[in-house]
């Protein structure tokens, strides 16, 4: 699946996902505003579930990086049938709530949020999988450099931490939370930016470079899965406020000062 497009041709081809997924029991009359709010919660749980599930991809795919385990990695692509189905159900959980009926101001807003947060956490998903993939390329026993190991298990951490505030943010309406999260992103955009530089100098041997150009696409996966967090918690603040705002570019390059 693609980061950009597959998410929304799925859920266009999806067959077989019950409408009855997003109904739950309320107590309220069906059909009734306080019914719908209790389903719309419901999904919003499943949604953020899926984060849960990123950070399980990211923890394994991160010890095989760590340990060349190519079986991990392996398990990592397998299992991203989890995420997207995780997609699949809330997206057509949502669709099954908007036939019902129309959701009206602070409702309106979680609905549009969470088709966006969804369509992030699947992205998120697809990352832990290109980096899955770059691990059996590198062959049983790659020539290692440990610097550009160890700055990649620090992106990997800060990311990690990311998607655990990510949600946090959206569950509590935190919109301080969210905002925090653009301070650690600049951490995974400087990692990244150094372990650039490491591999362009890393040497002359070929099969140095050629895991080096590896591991700089894998650093290159770990920024944009917190880049796609920042996106879930500019989700929070528009919830929280009905306005729509990015928050300040933590991709933009760092003077000599910062």
Not at 27 to 47: C, I, K, V, Y
Not at 68 to 92: P, S
Not at 99 to 110: F, I, K, N, S, T
Not at 155 to 163: K, T
């Amino acid at each position: 699946m693609s980061p950009a497009s597959s998410a929304d041709e799925s859920a266009g081809g999806a067959q077989g996902v019950p409408l009855e997924t997003a109904r739950v029991a309320t107590g309220a009359p069906p059909g009734g505003r306080a019914h719908f709010q209790g389903q719309l919660r419901t999904l919003e749980s499943h949604a953020l579930a899926g984060l849960d599930l990123i950070v399980e991809q990211l923890d394994r795919v991160l010890e095989a990086l760590s340990h060349q385990d190519v079986e991990l990695a392996q398990m990592v692509i397998a299992d991203d049938d989890r995420v997207d189905g995780r997609y699949l159900e809330v997206h057509q959980g949502i669709l099954s709530l908007l036939a019902l009926q129309a959701p009206v101001a602070g409702d309106l807003r979680l609905v549009a949020a969470l088709l966006h947060t969804i369509k992030h956490i699947v992205r998120m998903g697809v990352q832990c999988v290109n980096i899955a993939k770059m691990i059996p390329l590198s062959g049983s026993e790659p020539p290692v450099h440990n610097e550009m190991l160890s700055a990649l298990a620090k992106m990997g951490a800060f990311a990690r931490s990311e998607v655990v505030q990510c949600k946090a943010a959206f569950a509590n309406r935190d919109v301080e939370l969210a905002e925090d999260l653009v301070r650690q992103d600049r951490e995974i955009n400087r990692l990244n930016r150094d372990i650039f530089r490491t591999a362009i100098e890393i040497g002359d041997d070929p099969d140095t470079r050629e895991w080096a150009m590896h591991m700089t696409l894998v650093a290159r996966a770990l920024e944009r899965i917190g880049d796609n967090a920042v996106d879930i918690g500019e989700q929070v603040a528009f919830v929280v406020t009905g306005l729509f705002r990015e928050f300040s570019d933590s991709s933009r390059p760092l003077g000599p000062s910062q």
